[in-house]
């Protein structure tokens, strides 16, 4: 018989015996055509299926020709009680792990740089990945290949998701927009303009006809998927950042969280806040419903994770809490069961819970690197300069509004200055080798000298009334500062004595300005692109330690005190 023929294909249950489907299929289709079709069926996602011919079992991605069949086929199905889940990481990496085993079935490794986020098909038979490098990718579950690419975005791309029937994917991206693509062809079909900074998070809403947008910008939108047009939008305040957006046959709502961990849910429509949940305490980093929208799940920096009840009108309190991670948690997923969680912090470690007890019973690792998640800080204003200490305990980070934050590097939480500048900040700089000293430039035209331990100004030195310090470096003995007349200025560090000053260094300000490792020399940038160095002959003694200079490019170079 010619192989364009149509082979009959007839499926049963091993255990029952029970006729599941009856299929006419080209002799170049393979078994995993089967699959999909018994998928649509029963509901059992590809990896769970295992199709018998008498005793073998058939390798789904070979052709039916290939295997010798020609007019008749039949097949039973076992279907195994396992669960697959996906990592993900920074270093690019994508692993996809049996639950049950915690074996490692497949390592995917096509991305550029790190992968933000990745989602299994409803049949699991392929997933879904968004990463960095502004692409999102659709992967075969079991050959490990890249089946389609989506380019577009010319940004990181944060999420990526497929619509209810597989033929659409949404991705959001930070380059401010969300994208819907064609699965078959990787054309994009619309773009979602209108946030004022970065897209986080896009999902379909649940009625089919509009999407659903979370942004850095600290706002949540609503978009008409045909005409891809906004049609609602809720804003918060500064301090606070919305990090999900959710959607139910109800309500659509948005999960805002503040810094000291309280975390808030808004229906978007009404912009009427419908949860408080008070617990965590630092910021949430991601949020995720359950299937049945009665539970939320939360992950924060504070390395826990805890399950909250939505059904409770009153007295909404945390329904359990899992902890022990290492070091922050960026992620926190449902299983399709919901009698698991599975969990990933910053440490590269993956945690599989049982809901019921709050027991750990798998751990995983195999990434090097943070898993899933990059921590996105926002100051009240924009951000103007940041400082890591010589110890690397913290940053420093300053905004041209004038408030100030220390950002532990351990576990990036966030403390703000109590002493806000009536000025711009301009430049933060700890002292060479100490991190508890460092210097800050305002627009009331001061450099200030902080103790790192209790935050408080041992000195301030002023540049003048008629100007303002851009940029400052110092040592234990000495600190110098551009300022925006163009002048450089040095101070001891003990008194706040002015040592020297150099008139006209730069003709449109000095906008950066570093000391050598010795000492001997400074070298400053301007506004008009150049550069100056400086050198030194005898100047003063101040404290013991010998300061010298002597003029080389300057003009205007004042010895005195």
Same mark, same amino acid.
């Given at each position: 018989?010619?192989?364009?023929?149509?082979?009959?294909?007839?499926?049963?249950?091993?255990?029952?015996?029970?006729?599941?489907?009856?299929?006419?299929?080209?002799?170049?289709?393979?078994?995993?055509?089967?699959?999909?079709?018994?998928?649509?069926?029963?509901?059992?996602?590809?990896?769970?299926?295992?199709?018998?011919?008498?005793?073998?079992?058939?390798?789904?991605?070979?052709?039916?020709?290939?295997?010798?069949?020609?007019?008749?086929?039949?097949?039973?199905?076992?279907?195994?009680?396992?669960?697959?889940?996906?990592?993900?990481?920074?270093? !690019?990496? =994508?692993?996809?792990?049996?639950?049950? *085993?915690?074996? &490692?079935?497949?390592? /995917?490794?096509?991305? +550029?740089? @790190?992968?933000?986020?990745?989602?299994?098909?409803?049949?699991?038979?392929?997933?879904?990945?968004?990463?960095?490098?502004?692409?999102?990718?659709?992967?075969?579950?079991?050959?490990?290949?890249?089946?389609?690419?989506?380019?577009?975005?010319?940004?990181?791309?944060?999420?990526?998701?497929?619509?209810?029937?597989?033929?659409?994917?949404?991705?959001?991206?930070?380059?401010?927009?969300?994208?819907?693509?064609?699965?078959?062809?990787?054309?994009?079909?619309?773009?979602?303009?209108?946030?004022?900074?970065?897209?986080?998070?896009?999902?379909?809403?649940?009625?089919?006809?509009?999407?659903?947008?979370?942004?850095?910008?600290?706002?949540?939108?609503?978009?008409?998927?045909?005409?891809?047009?906004?049609?609602?939008?809720?804003?918060?305040?500064? !301090?606070? =950042?919305?990090?999900?957006?959710?959607? *139910?046959?109800? &309500?659509?709502?948005? /999960?805002?969280?503040? +810094?000291? @961990?309280?975390?808030?849910?808004?229906?978007?429509?009404?912009?009427?806040?419908?949860?408080?949940?008070?617990?965590?305490?630092?910021?949430?980093?991601?949020?995720?419903?359950?299937?049945?929208?009665?539970?939320?799940?939360?992950?924060?920096?504070?390395?826990?994770?805890?399950?909250?009840?939505?059904?409770?009108?009153?007295?909404?309190?945390?329904?359990?809490?899992?902890?022990?991670?290492?070091?922050?948690?960026?992620?926190?997923?449902?299983?399709?069961?919901?009698?698991?969680?599975?969990?990933?912090?910053?440490?590269?470690?993956?945690?599989?819970?049982?809901?019921?007890?709050?027991?750990?019973?798998?751990?995983?690792?195999?990434?090097?690197?943070?898993?899933?998640?990059?921590?996105?800080?926002?100051?009240?204003?924009?951000?103007?300069?940041?400082?890591?200490?010589?110890?690397?305990?913290?940053?420093?980070?300053?905004?041209?509004?004038?408030?100030?934050?220390?950002?532990?590097?351990?576990?990036?939480?966030?403390?703000?200055?109590?002493?806000?500048?009536?000025?711009?900040?301009?430049?933060?700089?700890?002292?060479?080798?100490?991190?508890?000293?460092?210097?800050?430039?305002?627009?009331?035209?001061?450099?200030?000298?902080?103790?790192?331990?209790?935050?408080?100004?041992?000195?301030?030195?002023?540049?003048?009334?008629?100007?303002?310090?851009?940029?400052?470096?110092?040592?234990?003995?000495?600190?110098?500062?551009?300022?925006?007349?163009?002048?450089?200025?040095?101070?001891?560090?003990?008194?706040?004595?002015?040592?020297?000053?150099?008139?006209?260094?730069?003709?449109?300000?000095?906008?950066?300005?570093?000391?050598?490792?010795?000492?001997?020399?400074?070298?400053?940038?301007?506004?008009?692109?150049?550069?100056?160095?400086?050198?030194?002959?005898?100047?003063?003694?101040?404290?013991?330690?010998?300061?010298?200079?002597?003029?080389?490019?300057?003009?205007?170079?004042?010895?005195?005190?």
């Amino acid at each position: 018989m010619p192989w364009n023929n149509n082979i009959k294909v007839f499926v049963t249950y091993a255990t029952s015996g029970t006729e599941i489907a009856s299929l006419e299929l080209d002799p170049c289709q393979s078994a995993q055509d089967i699959q999909q079709e018994i998928f649509r069926l029963t509901g059992a996602p590809a990896y769970r299926q295992r199709l018998l011919f008498e005793s073998d079992v058939l390798d789904p991605r070979r052709r039916l020709q290939d295997l010798g069949f020609t007019k008749e086929l039949r097949l039973t199905l076992i279907v195994q009680d396992i669960l697959w889940l996906a990592t993900t990481s920074v270093d !690019g990496g =994508v692993k996809i792990w049996d639950a049950n *085993t915690g074996e &490692q079935i497949q390592s /995917l490794g096509g991305h +550029q740089s @790190g992968v933000r986020h990745a989602c299994f098909s409803s049949d699991g038979c392929t997933l879904l990945t968004a990463a960095r490098d502004c692409t999102a990718k659709i992967w075969n579950t079991l050959t490990g290949e890249p089946v389609e690419i989506f380019k577009g975005h010319t940004n990181a791309v944060y999420t990526a998701v497929f619509s209810e029937d597989g033929y659409l994917v949404l991705t959001a991206s930070y380059d401010g927009t969300a994208r819907l693509w064609y699965v078959l062809t990787g054309e994009c079909i619309k773009t979602f303009s209108g946030h004022n900074d970065g897209v986080v998070s896009a999902i379909f809403a649940h009625d089919g006809l509009s999407i659903l947008t979370a942004s850095v910008d600290r706002s949540a939108k609503i978009w008409d998927l045909q005409t891809a047009e906004c049609v609602q939008t809720l804003t918060r305040p500064r !301090g606070e =950042v919305i990090v999900s957006v959710f959607s *139910t046959p109800v &309500q659509n709502w948005a /999960l805002s969280t503040l +810094q000291e @961990g309280t975390a808030k849910l808004w229906n978007i429509k009404t912009q009427q806040c419908v949860h408080t949940l008070k617990g965590h305490h630092t910021y949430i980093t991601s949020a995720t419903l359950s299937p049945d929208a009665n539970w939320l799940l939360t992950a924060s920096w504070d390395r826990s994770v805890k399950l909250w009840s939505l059904t409770q009108k009153k007295n909404r309190k945390c329904a359990k809490t899992f902890q022990g991670h290492g070091n922050g948690v960026v992620s926190a997923e449902f299983s399709s069961d919901m009698s698991h969680i599975v969990t990933a912090a910053s440490d590269g470690a993956t945690k599989i819970w049982n809901v019921q007890s709050g027991e750990c019973v798998r751990t995983l690792k195999g990434h090097g690197a943070v898993v899933n998640h990059e921590r996105q800080i926002r100051l009240d204003g924009p951000l103007s300069s940041l400082s890591l200490a010589p110890d690397q305990s913290e940053v420093l980070a300053v905004s041209t509004l004038g408030s100030a934050s220390m950002i532990r590097s351990k576990d990036l939480s966030v403390k703000p200055h109590s002493q806000v500048s009536p000025g711009a900040l301009y430049d933060v700089a700890h002292l060479a080798n100490i991190s508890d000293h460092f210097l800050t430039c305002s627009g009331d035209s001061l450099v200030t000298l902080w103790d790192a331990n209790d935050y408080t100004a041992k000195l301030r030195c002023s540049v003048g009334t008629r100007a303002y310090p851009l940029a400052a470096c110092g040592t234990e003995d000495i600190f110098v500062a551009g300022a925006t007349d163009g002048r450089l200025l040095c101070w001891d560090c003990s008194m706040g004595q002015k040592l020297w000053h150099i008139d006209n260094a730069h003709k449109g300000g000095a906008t950066s300005v570093k000391l050598a490792s010795n000492v001997r020399f400074v070298v400053s940038g301007g506004a008009e692109g150049d550069r100056r160095e400086g050198a030194t002959s005898v100047l003063r003694d101040v404290r013991g330690v010998r300061f010298q200079r002597k003029q080389t490019q300057q003009d205007g170079i004042d010895r005195t005190n």
